[in-house]
């Protein structure tokens, strides 16, 4: 069954495909931690899952202001979860191989989450938004 709604557009939003694919990858590898690394494990999951699930609202407010402000949110998650796996390899409680993994999914993310960013923020100072439901 095919569904079609324009409030599931972020769908489509590469950045966000991305940040669901480091999302599981975050789940992949923290869920396994020792229970005496469980709590940091479960922040990292949070703030991976932060990412996409605030470029979703952003999207979903139809405010360029608000969107702005919810990929910035993002992108704040992206700093938290990038400063949970750099600790965890830095005390030793992942491999370099899943750090190296972390590492790649979450530049593609964080580059992608930034450009999606300065786009919307030229069409910020351009007035080049369309905020409306209405087709012509």
């Known amino acids: 069954m095919e569904r079609k709604n324009i409030n599931r557009g972020y769908k489509k939003l590469e950045v966000w495909n991305d940040a669901i694919d480091l999302y599981v990858l975050a789940v992949k590898q923290f869920s396994k931690l020792p229970f005496v690394h469980q709590k940091s494990a479960s ?78 923020q030229k069409k910020l100072k351009t007035g080049n938004w369309d905020d409306t439901f209405a087709k012509e």
Request: charged share 25%; proline share 0%.
């Open 43 to 120: 922040n990292a999951i949070d703030a991976a899952q932060s990412i996409s699930r605030n470029i979703a609202e952003g999207y979903c407010r139809k405010s360029l202001k608000e969107y702005l402000s919810f990929l910035n949110y993002s992108l704040a998650s992206c700093g938290e979860l990038h400063s949970c796996y750099f600790s965890f390899h830095k005390a030793g409680v992942i491999a370099n191989e899943i750090f190296e993994e972390m590492e790649q999914q979450h530049y593609k993310t964080e580059n992608k989450l930034l450009k999606l960013i300065e786009s919307l």
